[in-house]
């Protein structure tokens, strides 16, 4: 063997050993890597299992999102927690139905509703909404009532539920804000009763413009708006003491319920 092959197998050989050296380090990091992620899985572990003591369980229907399978669940007091995300995934999957959150979980109890008098003897400008089963055009109408100064809001029981999740976040929480409750079984008649003239929304040959000067002079006013598409029913336009139109331009026939109801509360709010 020559001088040159002696020293080739000995290049060859440390490259050789260096090679092994590397894949024990990455085995050993690997190792490590998986030691840790177990140790971390079972801390979590541990928190949710000592989270969960905290809670009052169902024996008939314990279920819980866990690894894309639902498997338990829960029924809990309010209570307020740090929490690691997945496990605020599982919570508001086994609240809402949806494996998603956006940081914060809330549960409430749903207050009573107040009375159409109750919420009404004190008022001056009200909307009622007939039969809109958009949640976010009831989340818009909310917003522009709390914003231009309606009183109250009335609904027809066929209406989206104002507390629904999305009809909440259009509102930005003004469901939370103005006062609102559904219509008797007496409708129109409830606040008729109590004095306010009704402005009933809609495109009719005797409709009057919506800057009409006897709208502005009526102390107390209730704003009908019909659902979408089909608009308010004839015998609910019948029943109004006015029809009102808002003027068109461009060829357009009509506008939104949503878009529709913030001009008319701008116009026909209370100005005395």
């Not at 009704?198 to 107390?220: G, N, Q």
Request: aromatic share 8%.
């Amino acid at each position: 063997m020559g001088i040159f092959d002696f020293f080739n197998n000995k290049k060859k050989e440390k490259a050789r050993q260096e090679q092994l050296r590397l894949q024990e380090e990455k085995r050993r990091a690997e190792e490590q890597r998986r030691l840790a992620e177990r140790r971390k899985q079972e801390e979590q572990q541990r928190r949710e299992e000592s989270f969960l003591s905290n809670f009052e369980f169902d024996s008939t229907c314990h279920q819980r999102y866990e690894n894309g399978q639902l498997v338990r669940g829960l029924q809990a007091h309010a209570i307020t927690w740090e929490l690691p995300c997945q496990f605020l995934l599982i919570l508001c999957f086994s609240f809402s139905g949806f494996a998603l959150t956006r940081g914060m979980l809330c549960a409430m109890y749903r207050p009573g509703l107040p009375s159409v008098q109750a919420i009404c003897q004190n008022a001056h400008r009200i909307a009622v909404l007939e039969d809109i089963v958009n949640p976010t055009n009831i989340g818009a109408i909310f917003r522009s009532a709390a914003a231009l100064q309606m009183d109250a809001v009335l609904l027809t029981p066929a209406c989206s539920d104002p507390l629904y999740r999305r009809a909440i976040r259009v509102s930005m929480g003004t469901v939370f804000q103005i006062p609102w409750t559904y219509l008797d079984q007496d409708g129109l008649d409830s606040i008729r009763k109590m004095g306010f003239k009704t402005a009933a929304m809609a495109l009719r040959d005797d409709s009057v413009s919506i800057d009409d000067p006897a709208l502005e002079k009526e102390e107390k006013l209730a704003i009908v708006l019909g659902t979408e598409g089909d608009g308010l029913a004839s015998s609910t336009i019948e029943g109004c003491d006015y029809t009102v139109r808002i003027p068109m331009a461009c060829g357009v026939d009509s506008l939104n319920v949503a878009a529709a109801s913030a001009v008319a509360f701008w116009q026909l709010r209370r100005r005395f």
